[in-house]
């Protein structure tokens, strides 16, 4: 059966991002294939809001980050842990806003067109999986509400027993679980 994800282009945009997000978890749990998952999601995202450029899953991989599935123009395929954005997102375990690539010390230019940038980490029992990263190329692109609704989808992916269904809201208002609480809040980059 075809898969959709139907959202209304004309709404404002944390409605697609509630829709998307409930539209997500009926998507994301009927394939238990971890690259499926990411590669619809990576679509999700990239269909549903236009000011993303380019979206994509970094792999850690024997102490490197390789380039997942991704929607949009070629990319770097691996990334050392510290360099760039993602590299940096990575070794400090924490979400990067960037508003504007050029400010970011040792931003990697996959994309010359590239603005802006938002770099979550996926972290699971303590351990690091690899981060989630959005191109725009828009400056100023992305916000906490970015980062709140990313954060959500990631909740979800990884620890769907802790969402109740049809509330998205429920993970940020109730305590959340150790394992995922070492999410430290969001950084913006100068
Ligand atoms: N800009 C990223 C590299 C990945 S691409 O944007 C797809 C960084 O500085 O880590």
Known sequence: MAEEISIDKHLAEEERYRLLLSQLKVLLTKEDNLISNLSNLTAAIKDTLEKVSWVGFYLLDRQKLYLGPFQG????????IGKGVCGTSASKRETIIVPDVNNF???IFCDSSSKSEIVVPLIKNNSLLGVLDLDSH??????KMDKKYFYLSYLHFFFPQHQSPGNFLIPILKPIPAAVAIQPSVVFAK
């Open 105 to 107: 010390p040792g931003h």
């Open 138 to 143: 828009e400056y100023n692109s992305f916000c």
């Open 73 to 80: 123009k070629v990319a770097c395929t691996n990334i050392e």
